[in-house]
């Protein structure tokens, strides 16, 4: 759940609103490699779509690449129901990490 100072800072957010459902993870998942995992957090800040596979995706790769390089970004997720859908949302807060050496 957001606290209301989470959902304040949301509205700064940049989105990206897709539009494409797909039937499958494997399908989702391509789609999300090939353009939006590369833009989040460079062109946009998050992502908004009605397919849940295509935000888990995005979420995967996104935790995923925290695993692999020194910066880091804070990755967040929530849903909500809009205008009669589910809406499923991935964003990003870039933050450097300063590890003591």
Known sequence: ?????????????SWFLEE??????REAHEWVYSGAYNEIGYLFDGYKTK???LAYALLFELVRLNTFHGHRQDV????????????YKVWVKNKAYDFPK
Do not use: P, V
């Open 51 to 53: 397919d849940s596979k």
């Open 1 to 13: 759940m957001m606290h209301q100072s989470d959902k304040n800072s949301e509205d700064s957010i």
């Open 20 to 25: 494409k459902q797909f039937e499958t993870i």
């Open 76 to 87: 967040y997720c929530d849903q909500e129901y809009l205008a009669g859908s589910m809406i």
